[in-house]
């Protein structure tokens, strides 16, 4: 069954690099793999989203090898405010319906640490 | 350009009843999609509707349903309401497709008692 995984928390320092991968084994070929950020009561805000190879923001990288089967998010020089939870969003093909299901991997709880 | 709105923010209601969630997209996003948010299952995709049409749908029971207006404002509605609805319910919004950057709500908590 195609699904999404992602570590369930990880903890970080100030001022370090933070990477989290999210794992997807079979995305619809068109689809985008988009990262969402999450405080509490509140919805999720986009972070990043890429295809394939390397995209670059403001704000983090999201590097995706060529089979796709992976991304991941990093985070350069996390700070108290970057304490959120991660969530990568891919689409996985309905099985014989030519569409896809938009599916949001578990999230990971990202605690920084001063 | 104001954000996302959703109404109401909380809402309480029991076994078997039957509610209606709204969601005003930003100006100009013609796509909207919906999700379920809860502890367990965590955010699962229920639908999404774009020019009043529903483009998309999850694996959800037909207890949920969803429409969308001409000004591009949706609502979802859940019939006979379980326990296990209670849940965040969000609202998102783009400018043509839920594969573009989506433009969260802050979302409707409802608890089924």
């Known amino acids: 069954l195609a699904k999404t995984t992602q570590p369930i928390s990880m903890d970080s320092y100030e001022g370090q690099e933070v990477n989290i991968t999210c794992s997807h084994n079979n995305i619809a070929t068109n689809d985008y793999i988009t990262w969402y950020q999450q405080f509490p009561s509140q919805g999720p805000r986009f972070i990043i989203q890429?295809?394939?190879t390397k995209v670059t923001n403001e704000v983090a990288s999201l590097f995706i090898p060529a089979d796709r089967k992976s991304s991941t998010l990093s985070l350069p020089r996390v700070s108290l405010s970057d304490t959120a939870v991660y969530y990568c969003?891919?689409?996985?093909?309905?099985?014989?319906?030519?569409?896809?299901?938009?599916?949001f991997g578990k999230g990971t709880k990202l605690s920084v640490i001063p | 350009k104001a954000g996302v709105t959703q109404t109401p923010r909380y809402l309480i209601k029991t076994r078997g009843q039957q509610v209606t969630l709204s969601c005003s997209p930003i100006s100009g996003h013609r796509s909207v999609s919906w999700y379920q948010q809860t502890p367990g299952q965590g955010l699962q995709f229920l639908f999404e509707y774009f020019s009043e049409t529903q483009r998309n749908k999850g694996n959800f029971p037909g207890r949920f349903s969803g429409r969308q207006f001409s000004n591009s404002r949706s609502e979802m509605n859940v019939s006979t309401l379980e326990l296990g609805d209670s849940a965040l319910y969000l609202c998102a919004s783009s400018w043509t497709d839920s594969q573009e950057t989506q433009y969260f709500g802050p979302g409707t908590r409802l608890l089924v008692l």
């Open positions: 890429g295809y394939k």
């Open positions: 969003l891919v689409g996985i093909p309905k099985a014989g319906a030519g569409s896809y299901q938009l599916t």
